[in-house]
Each structure stands twice: as structure tokens, then as C-alpha cells.
């Protein structure tokens, strides 16, 4: 157990967090140290201030009924009000959430995959609570259904059935980015691209694996050069 002893520049209160994994503090942009809970205090005043939390960022904890959409430390919390999971064509699953944000606003969040737990494009919607129960209750439980944002102007948009030369598509589009994507970075927005770049290769009797190299090459993250 290590202990660790610092001064929070924004409660200016000196603190002392035993811990071997955790140093119990955070760094704001100007090099400060910042105690958990004022992290929370910080996190939550940018939230109403911007409307968004991508320079955070939030993540996504907990079951499917039980989820929270949380802070790293932990000291910002606000309980997922309504989840849905529907396909996507890369990370194979994403989970939409809405939850009732730091100024009683409905704000929605996207989680890629079931392999991280950062919740992306945090932002506050028109709605407040009773609004967004309102909206829930236009889906039926017989469909499939998804909510691509939940802003007045967006529709409800179902899930229609793929056809089998569409699953054919996407499963050979999956194995081709298996075989050049692999161990390799890019952009969560990027990946969409890159199905994409497979998707229009397959509908004119192109190489699959070849347009995906492609956009591979294209789009991913390269370290810069600093010889």
C-alpha cells in the first residue's frame, strides 16, 4: 500500500489517499493536482457550462438495469434512466444511454462494443425527464428499435431485417478487417469508414479485403516521426 500526500488546488485542502493502484488525485490542463472529489465538482460545472462531456470523457459501469454513467474517479454519478443495444457493423454492438444529467436535462451517450467502457458524444438533449418517458412510450416491445438521437427533429428508426447478401457482406467485411485491422489504431468514427470502404468494394464486385487494407491505411492512427 503506498500512501500518498498532496495539496487539491481548488479545495486547497491537504490530503492523504493510501493506495497501490490510484494516487488519488487528478491533473487539470495547467499541471494542478485535484482531489477525486473536486474532479467530481469540476466535472459536473463543465458538463452545464459546454452541454457536452467529450474532453472528460465519462464512462459507462454496471448491468443492463443497473448501469451508471460515471467519472473516472468515480465521484460523478448519474443512474442510465433508459438503455437500448442495437448492431453496429464494426464494433458488432453499441448502447445507447439516456440519463438525467447535472441540470435535470436528459443527456444521451453511445458505448462501442463490449470491450470498453468509454461512453462517447455526451450530450445534453431538449428533453427533461418526463419528456423522454413520454417518448419512450411510442415504442412498441414488438419491434426492434433504436433511437439514433433522441433531439426532437430525429425520428424512431426501426431495425429492418438484413438480407442474406447483406449478412454475407458484412461477415466477409468483419474477417477481411480481422486479417489487415488487427493490432492497429484508429478513431472510433473511422471504423465506419473503413466498413463502409468494404461495403461499396462488395456491392460493385471489387476486392473486399483489398478496399479495407486500403481505408486501413487511410485511417489509421500513425505515431508521429520524431527522428
Not at 457550462?49 to 454519478?77: D, F
Not at 448502447?95 to 445534453?124: K, L, T
Request: aromatic share 8%; net charge positive; charged share 30%.
Amino acid at each position: 500500500m503506498t500512501r500518498h500526500e498532496f495539496k487539491c488546488a481548488l479545495c486547497d485542502e491537504s490530503k492523504v489517499h493510501e493506495s497501490s493502484l490510484t494516487t488519488g488525485n487528478g491533473i487539470d490542463t495547467d499541471g494542478r493536482k485535484l482531489c477525486f472529489e473536486c474532479c467530481g465538482k469540476r466535472d459536473r460545472r463543465t458538463m452545464i457550462e459546454v452541454g457536452h462531456s467529450r474532453n472528460l470523457p465519462l464512462y459507462l459501469c454496471g448491468e443492463k438495469g443497473k448501469a451508471e454513467v460515471t467519472n473516472w474517479p468515480g465521484t460523478l454519478r448519474f443512474p442510465v434512466y433508459f438503455q437500448r443495444a442495437s448492431r453496429h457493423n464494426l464494433a458488432r454492438v453499441r448502447h445507447d444511454v439516456w440519463f438525467v444529467g447535472p441540470d435535470r436535462h436528459v443527456w444521451h451517450g453511445v458505448q462501442y462494443g463490449n470491450w470498453s467502457q468509454v461512453c462517447h458524444a455526451v450530450e445534453r438533449t431538449r428533453f427533461r425527464k418526463p419528456q423522454l418517458k413520454a417518448r419512450q412510450a411510442q415504442v412498441t416491445t414488438k419491434l426492434s428499435c433504436t433511437f439514433t438521437d433522441i433531439t426532437p427533429q430525429e425520428p424512431i428508426m426501426a431495425i429492418r431485417r438484413m438480407t442474406k447478401e447483406e449478412k454475407r457482406i458484412e461477415v466477409a467485411v468483419e474477417a477481411a478487417f480481422r486479417k489487415v485491422g488487427s493490432n492497429r489504431q484508429f478513431k472510433i468514427f473511422d471504423l465506419a469508414k473503413i466498413s463502409n470502404a468494404g461495403n461499396v468494394a462488395a456491392k460493385a464486385g471489387q476486392d473486399i479485403e483489398a478496399a479495407v487494407a486500403k481505408a486501413c491505411d487511410q485511417f489509421e492512427i500513425k505515431e508521429p516521426d520524431i527522428t
